[in-house]
């Protein structure tokens, strides 16, 4: 074989690789481009704090092995994961004083009341697990003078709780003597 041809062959399957790699490339350009739920995610990503990302990418990438875990072993364990529509990132810490008025005691009331509803829930084993170490690390995120307010708080909605069943037991006994 001739240099010559030898060269024009060597150009022409470089030339072909360069074409190939140009192809695949505007094909995964035109998936990514198409793919709706990538842009809304790469948006949120961009709009995120840059200090954010490596956290919530972390969280985003520990998710995602613990699903396909889930998937893989499914059928052996009985166990699945689903997504999490109330799934949050971020949490919410508390640094300043919240103001009186917002305070309103129908306001807490009605706080209290949505809480308090949800707590059948909190007990169906599969949930109370996660409840109770979700609520200690809660609790290890306030300092002493916030867990003495939370303990003091929560003996006295015990001894409300025991005067509201007292009360109710007793106008039961009265309308079942009536």
Same mark, same amino acid.
């Given at each position: 074989? /001739?240099?010559?041809?030898? /060269? @024009?062959?060597? @150009? &022409?399957?470089?030339? +072909?690789?360069?074409?190939? =790699? ?16 990538? +842009? &809304?995610?790469?948006?949120?990503? &961009? ?17 995602? +092995? ?12 009985? +166990? ?12 919410? @810490?508390?640094?300043? =004083?919240?103001? /009186? ?15 308090? /509803?949800? @707590?059948?829930?909190?007990? #169906?084993?599969? =949930? ?7 609520? &200690? ?12 307010s939370v303990e003091q708080l929560l003996r006295e909605a015990l001894v409300l709780l025991g005067? =509201? ?8 006994? #009265?309308?079942?003597?009536?």
């Amino acid at each position: 074989m /001739r240099d010559s041809d030898h /060269r @024009s062959e060597t @150009s &022409r399957s470089s030339l +072909q690789e360069l074409a190939d =790699v140009i192809d695949a490339a505007v094909h995964l350009a035109e998936a990514m481009a198409n793919d709706p739920m990538l +842009q &809304r995610m790469l948006e949120a990503f &961009r709009l995120m704090p840059l200090e954010d990302r490596g956290t919530i990418l972390r969280a985003i990438e520990r998710e995602v +092995q613990a699903r396909r875990l889930s998937c893989a072993t499914h059928d052996a364990t009985g +166990q699945s994961m689903h997504p999490n529509p109330n799934a949050r990132l971020y949490i919410r @810490s508390h640094e300043r =004083v919240v103001p /009186r008025k917002l305070l309103e005691r129908d306001d807490l009331m009605f706080a209290m009341l949505g809480g308090m /509803r949800v @707590s059948p829930i909190l007990l #169906t084993p599969d =949930v109370h697990a996660s409840w109770v170490e979700g609520t &200690r690390e809660a609790m290890e995120h306030l300092d002493d003078t916030a867990r003495a307010s939370v303990e003091q708080l929560l003996r006295e909605a015990l001894v409300l709780l025991g005067e =509201v069943r007292a009360t109710a037991e007793s106008e039961g006994r #009265t309308a079942r003597a009536s």
